[in-house]
């Protein structure tokens, strides 16, 4: 069976086992999810499951994407994505939520990290940064000197150093699911998952256990 789902990450809370210790709890609004197409290795070369996510608006798509989702009678869906599977299980116009996973079972979760801008090298990278004594008041945060002599005279591409940070694909491996509530639509997993609040994530079967 298809152990895969969409969904938005709705917050952190803290849930007790049987023994009274405490376990960091991470809410994912799941499912329903809608199977818009089913891909094989006979006509697109691998196996996948393409799954949508959160109706919307007929207007806020193009003819194309209307066209597609009306061949597997989906209604208007704000997010595709796909999962790579050995066998699907599932076919075009099927519904999915979160009744396809069980507490115990360990899962990857894919997100979008926090977008933080420009940073320096030492938020970035954790670099040292310069002395704080001897007169040196303006290289407390600086990354200091990364080039070389004459040869090669130039700093080589992808150099760590000061620029954009976050807002990055990441993948928290193997989550173990410990909350399903079928009738909310909600999916718990121990720990922290990657982005914000309402940031869009991907549920899949772990690949490492």
């Known amino acids: 069976m298809l152990k895969g789902l969409l ?18 709890v991470t809410l994912i609004e799941a499912g329903p999810c809608f199977i818009t197409q089913v891909r094989t290795k006979e006509s697109d ?24 989702l009306q061949r597997s009678k989906a209604p208007p869906l704000r997010f595709l994505r796909e999962f790579r599977v050995k066998e699907p299980g599932v076919q075009e116009g099927d519904v999915v939520n979160v009744s396809s996973f069980t ?24 670099f040292k940064g310069g002395p704080k004594t001897h007169g040196a008041s303006d290289r407390l945060r600086a990354p200091g000197s990364r080039g070389s002599t004459t040869t090669p005279g130039r700093v080589y591409k992808g150099a760590r150093g000061p620029g954009h940070m976050g807002n990055d694909r990441v993948t928290q491996p193997n989550l173990v699911v410990v909350l399903i509530d079928p009738e909310r639509n909600l999916l718990g997993v121990r720990g922290a998952i990657p982005g914000s609040k309402g940031g869009l994530v991907m549920i899949r079967e772990a690949r490492k256990q």
């Open 45 to 68: 070369g691998y196996s996948a499951v393409q799954m949508g996510f959160q109706e919307t608006k007929p207007k806020r798509l193009t003819g194309g994407q209307l066209g597609h």
């Open 103 to 126: 507490v115990g079972d360990h899962v990857d979760i894919v997100g979008t990290s926090k977008g933080k801008g420009f940073q320096g090298g030492v938020k970035r990278y954790h």
């Open 7 to 24: 969904g938005r990450k709705v917050g952190m809370t803290q849930i007790f086992d049987a023994s009274g210790a405490v376990i960091p």
